[in-house]
């Protein structure tokens, strides 16, 4: 006779699979691909390492996992008006407590990591690049979709790897003023940053 699955086990499974993506997306924004172990996001989940590697079968298929599902989801929760200040604010680290809010900042911190890293890399970024294109109604709007992108991610990159001064330490709602405020410029469809259409 076959062994059948409870209910309470496969909610416990999915529990601790969440556990385990929750703990990993908070490391790998933090620390980047490379230095977030096994150990700590095991750790940080309150499991055995031994789940990892049972639920998602390798780091990097974790990873893979937390950088689809969070980039998938701030792109599914956000109006694309709203994108460049959410994804801003994700990278500058206020406002970042909900996972999906992170999705650029883990790009970022582990854009070197290897092949398969930089094809999760490339692919998040062309879905991000979609949305902020929608923005614009210019003839070269994908052009300026990946000038907005590839300004968002320099400045999280001066912030948050460099630690480059003064924006290191600027505070979050002025730089997301004055970014917002200059990418209107690039993409029609951003409200005024005042806050009119």
């Known amino acids: 006779m076959g062994t059948t699955v409870s209910e309470g086990q496969r909610r416990d499974a999915r ?3 969440r556990r385990l993506m929750e703990a990993a997306a908070a490391l790998f924004a933090e620390r980047g691909y490379e230095r977030a172990t096994v150990r700590d996001i095991a750790d940080r989940a309150r499991v055995n390492q031994a789940l990892l590697f049972r639920y998602f079968g390798s780091k990097r298929a974790l990873f893979g996992e937390v950088i ?3 980039g998938e989801e701030q792109l ?4 694309p008006h709203e994108l460049p200040e959410t994804a801003l604010r994700g990278l500058l680290g206020h406002g970042a407590k909900e996972p999906g809010t992170r999705a ?11 092949d398969e890293i930089g094809t999760a890399v490339r692919a998040i970024s062309d879905d991000y690049a979609r ?26 990159m001066m912030r948050v790897l460099v630690g480059k001064e003064p ?3 600027a505070d ?12 209107g410029t690039l993409l029609d469809g ?7 259409p």
């Open 76 to 79: 599914r929760t956000t109006p």
């Open 68 to 70: 689809a599902h969070n």
């Open 167 to 169: 924006l290191a330490d």
């Open 172 to 183: 979050p709602d002025e730089v997301c003023a004055l970014v917002t405020g200059a990418l």
């Open 15 to 17: 529990n601790t699979r």
């Open 131 to 156: 949305v902020l294109a929608s923005l614009s109604s210019a003839d070269n709007h994908e052009l300026r979709a990946d000038l907005a992108l590839s300004w968002l991610l320099g400045i999280g």
């Open 190 to 196: 951003l409200p005024a940053a005042d806050g009119r």
């Open 104 to 114: 650029l900042a883990t790009l970022l911190r582990s854009v070197d990591s290897g």
